[in-house]
């Protein structure tokens, strides 16, 4: 016999079916035996009734324990009127069981899950990740993100963006966070980095005309962790345009988001249909941040305050050796009327960049993107880049000499934008499988050792511990930009 | 001035528009200067004329050069009968240019972009690739990847899978092909590994109660190339369910391929509607391999003749030392029938493996998985390892007994199957910054050498080479699976 969904069951009143699933719970009243199964889609009440269930399925019907794993046929009947659940979409109906399979049995979990796991120890609920995403809450969490990507994407593809995958094993740069390393098998003493942001790829690929890119991108940075950044990796909503104004790209993403909310997300209070634009100046007057908490009510995670901190300075104020730090990243453009600054007083200089900032977080980070190979230099040398650290760029540089479009774009963290939207206080709970604070996979038992002959494979071997670990920084004589996205 | 696209162009004839792109060729013909102008959607042809066209952009027309950026203003106009081109969708008009703004200049390229590449040098192209992308052919490619990735997404969301992503970094286990490896800055000696594939997740999100998950996922092994194998990054179509029996899954994946197909690639001549399905003994006996082409004429790329293969033996034959390496991987089932036949003879058991086989190729692995600890248990014991050995594996174990569904699914390779439906001999020719034949990112130039700080913060050193680099490989001591997938 074919599986019915508890959510089906109602269709099938008066009819035979099987239905899978876990127990929720079970009640023994007497000689009934009642169950709540657990499937995808709802619970389902069954009943075990002496003379209805096979002699043998009553009996095992005894052994039954939560979380255990059952398979049932029975009969589908309406509840009497007192008994519905209006509390379920199954609540009308039970099943009254014929027979019964246990096809896998279970321990009892360390935590409940039939409860929400927000008191339950994090370390316990990442390493029993596969239980605590059965809580309602959680695996809620899975499937809003499931179709917040998934309404991304549709809007990206409905306006003519190009999905592209772009490379994991990609090049270390002296910018940005910290670098995930790669040794290379292939070739020894070199390493790969794992990509902070496709940035370059996404500029590459607007030269190579794509015009309209997006993708739903795996960063890695290697960060401590805090509530809204994961030690590691995370998605970003990558998007890029060529041949469009600032504000078309404002405008762009200013959609994506009133409409995800409106379908994904309705009951939620937006402040601002039209996102406020602020400058950065202005912003910093007034309200003494670059992330404004625009909210009615600041304590209301339901009301949602989208707006813009734009015309950015585009270095952070000058460094002792006479060397500027980009505000936003090294690509970012610096706004024309400001060229003739740059080569007077650095520090002056505004951007293209804009941030979308989101209930006093910034949920995106963008800019227009330098489209001139000498404009391009020049924020090098300004940076301090000498010839070696320029080498790292040529690639860039040179592409720009093959007829680049003018482009720019966003990249809005996914899980940080999620973490908003659900009223999630940690990031981590929008994830399936996030790594704890200190950077490890709790469920599978992530950074572990290794044989003594993979590492000769990567022509690498571990250094004796010198000294603290985790409080190394990268050396300060490389420059960063801070790269927020 | 809004931008217009080239091919919205006829639907404004009289009017002034603006159009940007790429200068795909410039012909002067005495006094008339004619462009081709490409954008993401087409060509379209614009002329100067003195008189017609500004003084100043007539003069900065003479200037343009293939793979210019330009940007125009002009009128759009009806062609003369006898001049319009029905090979363009924009062919009917032309647009008779009053102003010209150069956006961008271009060197020569290194090789032509207004024909196919496949000639040229693939290192040249793999260097150059956002020039390489701009050619009609390799266009195309990221286009019908990007249909074919979102027709599957749909495909799956509509049959209620739920689009989960698992971790980057994560555990080298010893099974499969070789990892990459992630030395950890906060876990001196220790390392991640990147993903062979969402294997161990994507089992746990069954356990968890996922029921139908899927992913484009990211998948790296350090395997050297071959036409059909990228050397590092490739991307699956990991789709995993509960609850489905062995026929459901192939049916699933059959109704989306045949879907896929008509939609995506109409032009394609399905040998087979209904795949057949052999059993891996007999297709031995019959085709010689386990991968058949089973089209009617071999030489027809557009002919797609797929197949299942079924009955797999569980292992490959009994090693010396006693042992069995799994013929998929180590979580695949046994046969029920054959569960006894473990303790007897294990090289006679066979499993619930099935193989999607595409015109001689393997496009995708998969197989029903154990969900019983002692069965798995057995298995690993079969397959050799020592406590040591299953101690990285434990928390499956653990997990299989909170509760494990019956569950399977497969995998298949994006790139190997969009190769093939493009007809393309090499997988690179469908992904677009493809890693060379010696894993080396041309474009951007990776891996490269890094600096002494990011090597001592992940507390590692590199080995001076003591031999030839590229040939070692895995230690023969640790069992491996073949993990096709």
Chains 1, 2 share one sequence.
């Not at 009642?34 to 009553?58: H, W």
């Not at 994090?122 to 809450?137: G, Q, V």
């Not at 951007?351 to 209930?359: G, K, P, R, T």
């Amino acid at each position: 016999m074919q599986r019915t969904l508890s959510i089906e069951a109602s269709q099938k009143i008066g009819q035979d079916i099987q239905v899978s699933g876990w127990v929720q719970a079970r009640r023994d009243l007497g000689k009934l035996i009642f169950i709540d199964l657990r499937d995808r889609k709802s619970l389902i009440q069954v009943i075990f009734v002496p003379g209805e269930a096979s002699e043998a399925s009553y009996k095992l019907a005894k052994e039954i324990r939560p979380e255990f794993v059952i398979e049932v046929v029975g009969l589908v009947q309406e509840r009497n009127k007192k008994n519905i659940n209006s509390d379920l979409p199954t609540g009308g109906v039970e099943i009254l069981a014929k027979e019964l399979k246990i096809l896998s049995r279970a321990k009892t979990p360390p935590f409940e899950v039939d409860k929400d796991s927000k008191e339950v120890s994090e370390d316990i609920r990442l390493k029993y990740r596969y239980l605590d995403l059965r809580t309602e809450r959680m695996a809620k969490n899975l499937k809003i993100r499931h179709k917040t990507l998934s309404f991304m994407r549709k809007f990206f593809e409905d306006n003519d963006f190009l999905e592209v995958q772009t490379p994991i094993l990609t090049k270390s740069t002296p910018e940005g966070a910290r670098d995930f390393i790669v040794p290379s098998r292939r070739h020894a003493g070199k390493f790969y980095a794992l990509p902070q942001s496709p940035q370059q790829y996404k500029q590459l690929l607007m030269i190579a005309g794509v015009e309209r890119y997006f993708q739903i991108a795996p960063c890695m940075r290697d960060e401590d962790a805090r509530a809204d950044r994961s030690p590691g990796e995370f998605y970003q909503l990558d998007m890029e345009m060529s041949f469009a104004s600032q504000d078309e790209i404002m405008e762009m993403v200013e959609k994506l988001m009133v409409e995800l909310v409106a379908n994904i997300f309705p009951d939620k209070k937006m402040t601002f249909e039209k996102f406020p634009r602020l400058g950065w100046s202005e912003c910093q007057k007034k309200y003494k941040t670059d992330k404004p908490d625009l909210r009615q009510n600041k304590e209301n995670p339901h009301e949602l305050a989208f707006c813009w901190v734009i015309d950015w300075p585009l270095f952070e104020p000058e460094m002792e050796d006479g060397h500027f730090a980009p505000a936003h990243h090294m690509f970012t453009r610096p706004r024309d009327e400001d060229l003739p600054v740059l080569d007077q007083d650095p520090a002056k200089a505004r951007s293209y960049q804009m941030d979308l900032v989101l209930n006093g977080c910034e949920v995106g980070g963008g800019s227009l993107r330098i489209h001139d190979a000498r404009v391009q230099e020049k924020i090098f040398d300004l940076i301090g880049f000498d010839a070696e650290q320029k080498k790292y760029f040529s690639h860039m540089l040179e592409a720009l000499d093959y007829g680049a479009p003018p482009h720019g774009g966003i990249a809005p963290g996914v899980e940080r934008l999620l973490a908003i939207l659900l009223a999630e206080e940690s990031i981590r709970e929008v994830v399936a499988f996030p790594k704890s604070g200190d950077a490890r996979d709790l469920t599978v038992g992530a950074p572990s050792e290794i044989g003594a002959g993979q590492l000769s494979e990567a022509h690498i071997s571990v250094k004796k511990a010198s000294g603290p670990t985790g409080r190394s920084h990268r050396s300060s004589s490389r420059p960063e930009g801070k790269n927020k996205k």
